[in-house]
């Protein structure tokens, strides 16, 4: 148990099938996870007990899985893997994690082993949305950070090093997150959020044939954008362009839909929320209701 202020933050672990609270889940030094980030990951939230956008995500974890040549999952078994740690818990509010390893094998060598049994872990823990719901209403700020990462983003791979770096330039500059920029300063997406922007009356974000992870917040609010009157487009944005834009806001898991007031200390478009990103957060808020009445 985790206690933040008054919160008893509980986090319930199962690794390959077994349930355990999270601080006793031990993983071998071997595991090809911890040695080369050979490992693919899952994060998806959870609303009243129910995992959202459940499907979406699973068949993003098969479609990692199968890029970096991991068989062997029984990805419905481990979907009900999910569902009995969230009733064994009875989380309510929660976040859900789920990572894949290669497995272990000795001795430590690059390429994969002849045999080796991917590890399972899964973990629900409560989350607390005040923090964030905050920063919906508010807005947050955002620094520029050079795009150092491989070539693979597409992958939801363990191997985060750049995304790390460029998240932690972020905080030390009291901003939420980072927008990658490539060196000839188009933006791609963000440290671990995709990003929109509003520009002469539409909406646009970053292709995903591009070398980005295809959010699922992202492919959710594509879907949703007519229901907000709104067509979106796939574009590019070049940081040279970030004060010529009306709204930037960032989608992800916990996130949703985050509107960014500030981009490396200036006004980021209007210097508040805009109506697009209002409304965008209202069709979402709108979705993840009907899921629950449903
Ligand atoms: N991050 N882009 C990157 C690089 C990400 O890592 C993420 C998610 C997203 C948003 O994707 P989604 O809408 O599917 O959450 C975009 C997760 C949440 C993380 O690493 O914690």
């Known amino acids: 148990?985790?206690?933040?202020?008054?919160?008893?933050?509980?986090a319930l672990a199962n690794l390959l099938?077994?349930?355990?609270?999270?601080e006793d889940v031990k993983v071998s030094a071997l595991d090809r996870g911890f040695l080369?980030?050979?490992?693919?990951?899952e994060v998806v939230r959870v609303f009243q007990g129910k995992p959202w956008l459940e499907e979406e995500h699973f068949q993003r974890l098969a479609r990692s899985l199968e890029a970096i040549r991991i068989g062997g999952v029984d990805l419905v078994r481990l979907r009900r893997r999910v569902h009995e740690t969230i009733e064994a818990g009875q989380f309510r509010e929660a976040t859900l994690y789920l990572q894949i390893t290669r497995g272990t094998s000795m001795p430590r060598r690059h390429a994969f082993p002849m045999q080796a049994t991917p590890l399972e872990l899964i973990w629900v823990e409560d989350y607390d949305d005040t923090a964030t719901?905050?920063?919906?209403?508010?807005g947050v700020g955002?620094?520029?950070?050079?795009?150092?990462?491989?070539?693979?983003?597409?992958?939801?791979?363990?191997?985060?090093?750049?995304n790390v770096l460029a998240n932690q330039a972020a905080h030390e500059a009291d901003c939420s997150e980072a927008l990658l920029y490539l060196p000839d300063g188009t933006l791609t997406e963000a440290s671990h959020s995709s990003?929109?922007?509003?520009?002469?009356?539409?909406?646009?974000?970053t292709p995903s044939r591009d070398n980005i992870l295809p959010g699922i917040t992202r492919a959710l609010i594509l879907n949703l954008a007519k229901r907000a009157n709104v067509t979106i487009r796939g574009g590019h944005l070049r940081r040279d362009d970030l004060s010529k834009i009306a709204e930037l806001f960032l989608t992800g898991t916990t996130s949703e839909v985050l509107p960014v007031v500030r981009i490396d200390g200036k006004p980021g478009g209007r210097g508040d929320p805009g109506p697009v990103t209002r409304k965008l957060q209202e069709v979402y808020s709108q979705a993840v209701r009907e899921f629950l009445a449903g």
Do not use: E
Not at 157 to 162: D, F
Not at 195 to 205: K, L, P, S, Y
């Open 133 to 138: 719901a905050a920063a919906r209403r508010s």
């Open 17 to 22: 099938g077994q349930l355990m609270p999270l």
């Open 36 to 41: 080369f980030g050979d490992a693919v990951y």
């Open 142 to 162: 955002v620094i520029t950070h050079p795009d150092l990462r491989w070539h693979r983003c597409g992958i939801k791979s363990t191997n985060l090093l750049a």
């Open 1 to 10: 148990l985790l206690t933040l202020g008054v919160f008893a933050m509980r």
């Open 195 to 205: 990003f929109f922007w509003v520009q002469d009356d539409a909406v646009w974000t």
